[in-house]
């Protein structure tokens, strides 16, 4: 293989329907399928409060970081929506993603953004 294939999920949207039946059952898919070398999912915006809320999709976050999916969240979205403690309980890594993102943007690797 000539380069590693590496996948990021940029997840924005707090519709129950997009993040259980797509964002987060397709990411976890890929990594548990092998489709990708390496399986990334950014929480972003309105889908910090959807997961500090909701029991389901903690439950499939939590199932995702053990299956060694890297799970991380902005800091800047989860101190101005107040829920950086809540994310931080369930083992997601919070930082400020800006730099982060740019970066991921201008490489060669993918991106989904959901």
């Known amino acids: 293989m000539d380069k590693d294939?590496?996948?990021?999920?940029?997840?924005?949207?707090d519709n129950p329907?997009?993040?259980?039946?797509?964002?987060l059952m397709y990411t976890?898919?890929?990594?548990?399928?092998?489709?990708?070398?390496e399986v990334n999912l950014l929480v972003w915006g309105a889908s910090q409060p959807f997961l500090a809320e909701n029991s389901a999709a903690q439950s499939k976050i939590?199932?995702?970081?053990?299956?060694g999916v890297n799970v991380m969240a902005c800091r800047k979205c989860a101190e101005n929506l107040g829920v950086a403690e809540q994310l931080k309980a369930l083992n997601v890594?919070?930082?400020?993603?800006?730099?982060y993102l740019t970066e991921w943007l201008?490489?060669?690797?993918?991106?989904l953004s959901v």
């Open 62 to 67: 939590a199932a995702m970081i053990i299956d």
């Open 93 to 99: 890594n919070v930082f400020y993603t800006g730099e």
């Open 5 to 13: 294939r590496k996948l990021l999920v940029l997840w924005t949207s």
């Open 17 to 23: 329907e997009t993040a259980m039946n797509m964002a």
């Open 106 to 111: 201008q490489s060669e690797h993918s991106m």
């Open 28 to 37: 976890h898919n890929a990594k548990l399928r092998n489709w990708w070398d």
